[in-house]
T-cell receptor, first 110, second 114 residues
Framework: QKEVEQDPGPLSVPEGAIVSLNCTYSNSAFQYFMWYRQYSRKGPELLMYTYSSGNKEDGRFTAQVDKSSKYISLFIRDSQPSDSATYLCAVIQGAQKLVFGQGTRLTINP | EPEVTQTPSHQVTQMGQEVILRCVPISNHLYFYWYRQILGQKVEFLVSFYNNEISEKSEIFDDQFSVERPDGSNFTLKIRSTKLEDSAMYFC????????????FGEGSRLTVL
């Protein structure tokens, strides 16, 4: 079983829509959950991270963790064309290693 | 805004050749990493480096690979005797003495092995 699974998409929505991006993970011991954004031909950039269960909000972005179902989500409100990118979920395994999902390619159409 | 810089942006090499990828992490950062991304696949951890030594490495990071911090600013990844399957984007990342998940990535070095 893969440690982190993520639907690669692609996902295409109109500008202004609410976007929901999701990942599942296999190990209940994971405590920290990250969302990175990767623009084409660039390195990943950290958007936000959450610890354990619950929600965390930052502007138009909300990260949510449901540890009971091993499910992590990123919601984008009022989506903009500049949000078009690949979104990667990640967990910390051990002391130093990030394990990434496949990434979901998102396009916001004007 | 401080950033991680990587050189070269793209390198083409023949199979069996040695390659050195260079990175300048953010200046006050203490932890350094290499990740790679084969086209169409996940970003994968290769190695972490702290206090002038490897702190963790993946199964991918075998004797073909080595890392070095030769001075106070550069962090290098050497790949000896490159193979076709080493073709990938290699990302350097660094972080301060804070959250393990808060990595700052460079723009990557694309390696093409022919």
């Amino acid at each position: 079983q893969k440690e982190v699974e993520q639907d690669p998409g692609p996902l295409s929505v109109p500008e202004g829509a609410i976007v929901s991006l999701n990942c599942t993970y296999s190990n209940s011991a994971f405590q920290y959950f990250m969302w990175y954004r990767q623009y084409s031909r660039k390195g990943p950039e950290l958007l936000m991270y959450t610890y354990s269960s619950g929600n965390k909000e930052d502007g138009r972005f909300t990260a949510q963790v449901d540890k009971s179902s091993k499910y992590i989500s990123l919601f984008i409100r009022d989506s903009q064309p500049s949000d078009s990118a690949t979104y990667l979920c990640a967990v910390i395994q051990g002391a130093q290693k990030l394990v990434f999902g496949q990434g979901t390619r998102l396009t916001i159409n004007p | 805004e401080p950033e991680v810089t990587q050189t070269p942006s793209h390198q083409v090499t023949q199979m069996g050749q040695e390659v050195i990828l260079r990175c300048v992490p953010i200046s006050n950062h203490l932890y350094f990493y290499w990740y790679r991304q084969i086209l169409g696949q996940k970003v994968e951890f290769l190695v972490s480096f702290y206090n002038n030594e490897i702190s963790e490495k993946s199964e991918i990071f075998d004797d073909q690979f080595s890392v070095e911090r030769p001075d106070g600013s550069n962090f290098t990844l050497k790949i000896r005797s490159t193979k076709l399957e080493d073709s990938a984007m290699y990302f350097c990342a660094s972080r301060s003495d804070g959250h393990t998940g808060e990595l700052f990535f460079g723009e990557g070095s694309r390696l093409t092995v022919l």
